[in-house]
């Protein structure tokens, strides 16, 4: 008797376990066991060095368009503090 009830909550368990599986924590496990470190730390290196220069790159470029930033915010400034434009020549 026992042997047949263990078969039947074996045979009710897959079903629970295969919608546990696909649900959305079912997938949050299943990635982190994906991204889990790899044992050999040798491979880790190339890639925090690759991500370190990729951050130096975009720090450039970000310090980069504040200063273009800067520029405009002055320029414009000082074209509206300077009055209006004068009449242009007409094209005809």
Known sequence: MFVF????????????????????????????????????ESLLAPRVQALEGEVERLTGELQQLQEQSEFLH??????????????GESQH
């Open 5 to 40: 009830a263990f078969i039947v909550i074996l045979a009710l368990m897959i079903p629970l376990i295969a919608v546990v599986l696909d649900s959305q924590l079912g997938r949050a496990l299943a990635g982190r066991l994906e991204r889990a470190a790899p044992a050999d």
């Open 74 to 87: 002055r320029l414009l400034e000082n074209k509206s503090a300077a009055g209006p434009l004068p009449p």
